[in-house]
Structure formats: structure tokens, C-alpha cells
T-cell receptor
Framework: KAGVTQTPRYLIKTRGQQVTLSCSPI?????VSWYQQTPGQGLQFLFE???????NKGNFPGRFSGRQFSNSRSEMNVSTLELGDSALYLC?????????????FGSGTRLTVV | TQLLEQSPQFLSIQEGENLTVYCNSS?????LQWYRQEPGEGPVLLVT?????EVKKLKRLTFQFGDARKDSSLHITAAQPGDTGLYLC???????????FGTGTRLKVLA
């Protein structure tokens, strides 16, 4: 079966712009989580959606937002981009209790802010 | 605040050597997972350990969950260049939706 698909793979944006990243989970998976990965901070949790509801949120500013659609596909949006937002953004999906059984990750979107 | 500390941070070894990576916390976890991540890709789930004292083997990789479910280790026997990557432990607790990643161990196996 198809894995977790993230689009686009690479993105270059200018400071102040906004960006939307997309994630299609494994078919049947209802939980989608987003992470930011940087060399200095490692993997930082952004938020988790389950059945279109955000059920967990990390410590990121309000410029970071997300949503999940009825088909479980998810998007995350970053507004007013800053240089420090340059990172690999990873999406992960699971059936439900991924925090107990693990997640399947996509290949990520590499965002560069210039 | 739950934290997962991994050691060592970096490891560079010769092909054929053995190594152990540690994942430690002061908190109890319901389960722990180990992932391997290659450059430019997402982490890939290797194993889940659930029971205190549990040992799981995956070919040359042996994973152990501490008796108190606060720590875990990953042992690789006869490392190969294909084992090169970033190893991450991660854990969660039943009753919450929180999921914590470890600080990571970057392994390089030289041919």
C-alpha cells in the first residue's frame, strides 16, 4: 500500500511569505502528526489531528497552523515566514494510538526561507 | 516535562564492530519505539517495545526495554555501512497523546 505522501518535497520562500504543506496519510490512518526537524533542535512536535480534530499541540507560535480533512489528508500552514523556519517538515500517520505503537513518516518537505 | 536523552550523540566505527546506543529518561513510558533516519528522508520505524525487560531482535539489532520502562538500548552486532544513519528513540504514555523523541544518535559505519 502507498506510504505517507508529502508535497512538495522542496520549497524556497522569502521571509514574510506564507506556505502550505500537504500530507496524505496511509489509507485508513486517521491520525496525522506534524514535526519540524532542524540540526540544532532535533524533532519538534507541532500538532496532531485525529478525525479532523486537533487533539495535541506543541509549543510553536500561532503562525503555525494545521487542519485535517474528512479524507484524513492534512495541511499545515506557516504564515509570515522567518529565517528560523527553515527546516525539514515531517508528517506522520497512524491508525490511532501512534504514541503507543509508532508512526509511519513521509519523506518530508524541505523548506528554505531566504 | 518528559525528556529522552540519547547517548552517545555521535558514533563513528569500523565495519564489523559492535555498538550500543542508550535512551534514558526519568519518566515512565508505556512503550518506546526506535527509528532510523537517513539524510533527506523521514524516520523509519524499527521496533516497538512495550513490556519492562522486553528484548526484541531484528537481525543484527537487539532492542531492550528497561525493567522500570524508563530506558531502552539498541545494540548492533557486526555493524555494516548500511547501518549508517540517525537513530531515534521515542516514547508515549497511555492516557495522553504526547509523544516524545529522543535527542538522536548519529551513527557512521566505515567500510
Amino acid at each position: 500500500k502507498a506510504g505517507v505522501t508529502q508535497t512538495p518535497r522542496y520549497l524556497i520562500k522569502t521571509r514574510g511569505q506564507q506556505v502550505t504543506l500537504s500530507c496524505s496519510p496511509i489509507s485508513g490512518h486517521r491520525s496525522v502528526s506534524w514535526y519540524q526537524q532542524t540540526p540544532g533542535q532535533g524533532l519538534q512536535f507541532l500538532f496532531e489531528y485525529f478525525s479532523e480534530t486537533q487533539r495535541n499541540k506543541g509549543n510553536f507560535p500561532g503562525r503555525f497552523s494545521g487542519r485535517q480533512f474528512s479524507n484524513s489528508r492534512s495541511e499545515m500552514n506557516v504564515s509570515t515566514l522567518e529565517l528560523g523556519d527553515s527546516a525539514l517538515y515531517l508528517c506522520a500517520s497512524s491508525l490511532d494510538r501512534g504514541q503507543l505503537y509508532g508512526y509511519t513518516f513521509g519523506s518530508g518537505t524541505r523548506l528554505t526561507v531566504v | 516535562t518528559q525528556l529522552l536523552e540519547q547517548s552517545p550523540q555521535f558514533l563513528s566505527i569500523q565495519e564489523g564492530e559492535n555498538l550500543t546506543v542508550y535512551c534514558n529518561s526519568s519518566s515512565v513510558f508505556s512503550s518506546l519505539q526506535w527509528y532510523r533516519q537517513e539524510p533527506g528522508e523521514g524516520p523509519v520505524l524499527l521496533v516497538t517495545v512495550v513490556t519492562g525487560g522486553e528484548v526484541k531482535k531484528l537481525k543484527r539489532l537487539t532492542f531492550q526495554f528497561g525493567d522500570a520502562r524508563k530506558d531502552s538500548s539498541l545494540h548492533i552486532t557486526a555493524a555494516q555501512p548500511g547501518d549508517t544513519g540517525l537513530y531515534l528513540c521515542a516514547g508515549g504514555t497511555s492516557g495522553t497523546y504526547k509523544y516524545i523523541f529522543g535527542t538522536g544518535t548519529r551513527l557512521k559505519v566505515l567500510a
